[in-house]
């Protein structure tokens, strides 16, 4: 339908031509060009709107539906001074009415406020021609993409400025220089530490690490400000971790006796804490705590089973002679040829 319009209107104007050269101003061609005028004669632009980058250029195209009358001239106006456009005007004759015209829109890169340059571009209709006089052409909307841009709206675009996010930290020890939620990413993830959950990635969640920054640590049993894989008496009782018996480096009281392992000769023994002697005994076993050199008195006789002849003789605990006969009932300690004198006679019976 569109098609069959444009064909009728352009064979008007053909006949509104040829009665003007035969026969100028006459009724019938007066007739014609009014009837042409009255079915709306169009300009058009091939886009409505353009989008360049600012310090850029591009174009949109002009054009007719059909021929004019006379000389067609249209002015394209920016409502912004740093869009321009070429040519200021263009002309459209019975000659190239046919020929799309193309205007040139530049915008010249004069600012640094992160913000696009908008503008619209009206058009005026002037000249001899009246086929169009009563035409009208949409304007076309231009938008500048400014890629200075300002990430904190501080006025100063990314470009110059040193803190682009405006979190107080700069760029340069920034690790999210455009998010100003974030700024440090301990563990290198990709997620900052304020939204990470384990900051330095040790495994320990910072809800329970006590160094959330340190991935070499994550307690401090005795809470002296030295992590436990860096401390040498991890339950600060005195005693170094190395000379710890196995299972007591953490625990201050290891065998829970109520003495501290540091002052505690026997960490894992409820039953023992000193060893006055220095025996390996402890002194609550030991029946001669005061002497190194015994710890036992099997028959009771207070002399120790390392210094008893006689361990389980209560009534012997020497044998100087080492006849095998006891003292107190060898007749003759100092004889080990002689145990008895039957008769009393002073000479052994042997």
């Not at 339908?1 to 050269?21: G, P, S």
């Not at 938008?143 to 110059?160: K, N, S």
């Not at 400000?225 to 860096?230: E, H, P, R, V």
Request: with cysteine; proline share 3%.
């Amino acid at each position: 339908m569109e098609k069959a319009t444009q064909t009728a209107r352009t064979l008007l104007m053909v006949a509104v031509m040829i009665a003007a050269a035969i026969v100028p101003m006459a009724p019938e061609a007066v007739e014609l060009r009014d009837e042409a005028r009255a079915m709306g004669a169009s300009i058009s632009t091939d886009v409505t709107s353009l989008t360049l980058d600012e310090g850029g250029s591009n174009w949109y195209e002009v054009s007719l539906d059909e021929a004019p009358d006379g000389t067609l001239v249209i002015t394209p106006s920016s409502d912004n001074s740093v869009v321009t456009v070429d040519p200021s005007y263009i002309k459209f004759t019975k000659v190239n009415w046919d020929i799309p015209q193309y205007i040139w829109v530049d915008i010249a890169d004069t600012d640094d406020d992160g913000a696009d340059t908008t503008a619209a571009i009206s058009h005026s209709i002037s000249g001899s021609d009246t086929v169009f006089a009563s035409a009208t052409i949409g304007d076309v909307s231009v938008t500048g993409t400014d890629y200075d841009i300002d990430t904190d709206g501080d006025g100063l675009h990314d470009g110059l400025d040193s803190d682009d996010d405006g979190d107080g930290i700069g760029d340069d020890n920034d690790a999210f220089p455009l998010d100003s939620s974030e700024d440090t990413d301990t563990d290198g993830d990709g997620t900052g530490d304020n939204a990470d959950t384990d900051d330095d990635g040790d495994g320990t969640a910072d809800s329970d690490d006590w160094a959330p920054l340190d991935d070499s640590e994550d307690t401090d049993t005795d809470g002296d400000g030295t992590g436990d894989n860096a401390d040498t008496d991890d339950d600060g009782d005195g005693v170094d971790d190395s000379a710890e018996d196995a299972g007591c480096d953490l625990l201050v009281d290891c065998d829970g006796d109520g003495v501290n392992d540091d002052t505690d000769a026997f960490d894992t023994d409820a039953n023992e804490s000193a060893d006055a002697d220095g025996d390996g005994v402890g002194d609550n076993a030991d029946e001669f705590d005061s002497d190194a050199t015994e710890d036992t008195d099997t028959d009771g006789d207070g002399v120790g089973d390392n210094g008893d002849a006689f361990p389980d003789d209560a009534s012997e605990s020497a044998d100087t002679d080492g006849d095998g006969v006891g003292d107190n009932g060898d007749a003759f300690p100092n004889d080990a040829s002689e145990t008895t004198d039957t008769d009393g006679d002073g000479v052994g019976d042997n």
